[in-house]
């Protein structure tokens, strides 16, 4: 029995199945290492690239967290399209027996797997992706019924968890590196169907700027790779129409 | 970083030309169709352009709406292909629009006038 095989928690080696694992090694400026990795039943991507990092080669960089689909913390490029690793199948994503695995898209690469993801979060904040209240501890609880049509706007985009992967899959974002991108406008869209937030003229006004929502192509992309299948183009589509309003009704964005 | 205003103002004037494009463009091909039955020769065109003061006014705000909707689109392709943003693309992509203008009015009025 290997060491790996003796980890618990760990299901027991397929017999005789390999894994062949191209890894970026390095910063911008790198070069992929290949690893070969023994197959296991349930087998994650993330549980490969841990492998790699406990067994073969202690010095690869990659970041995790949570392991069950929550923090955001892993996401990575996988065969060439960003996928959370936690809750991806090896089963479902190695073609004839290989993975390839670099950093996410779109963002400096820190090192090996590991992305820079200052700007992704800074976006946030430039969107306003902060609830600002409209009582005080003092008064009582806001009251929103789970049934109204805000509450349910609200709910749709509100199970963001950050992992970037819509980011990374976003044309709009590697043709214009200012763009907000998506999980910034998603998050934008989820406080501007709040109704208990107070800030909904100033943050209309900072995602239709120039590279804010009204740059967004609709190819989708971040629809089709979000872990979570939440429609950030559905809510950029709502802060566009909000804009679109704003305009009409004479005030521009200081609605 | 242009203003929100202006930004939207540009954005629902290119869906806005769209809009009027995509019916002029059909009402275009459909004319083109009914008409050459009766003989594709520069005198049956031009009496056809002169018939009426519809014509030129047709034609004229097809042009406008072309110009505005090609301008703006330049506009995104600079910025997103070229990473030429801010004033000097501004310039230019208004140069370009009103140099299309220019051309096709011209050409309206050389058939209608």
New interface residues.
Partial sequence: MTQASLQPGLLPEREGEVLRVEVWRGGAEGAFQGFEVPRRASQTVLDVVTHIQRFLDPTLAYRFACRVGMCGSCAMTVNGVPRWTCRTHVDKVARDGRLTLAPLSNMPVVRDLVADMREFFDKWARARGQFVPTRTRDEEFARVDPRSAERREADAAIECIGCGVCYAACD?VK??PEYLGPAALNRAWTLQSDVRDGAHAER???V?????C??CHTHMSCTEFCPKSLSPTRSIAGL?RQ??W???EGS??KR | MSAPRTEAFLWVAQRATAAFLAVFVLVHLATIVYAVRGGLTAAEILARTHASPAIPLFYGLFVLAASIHGAIGLRTIAGEWLAWRGRSADAAVALVGLGLLALGLRAVVAVTA
Avoid: M, Y
């Avoid at chain 1, 239709?208 to 804010?212: C, E, L, Q, W």
């Fill in positions: 709009v043709w214009n209309l006004e900072a239709t700027r120039d590279s804010g009204l740059s566009k804009g679109l704003a305009l009409l521009g964005a």
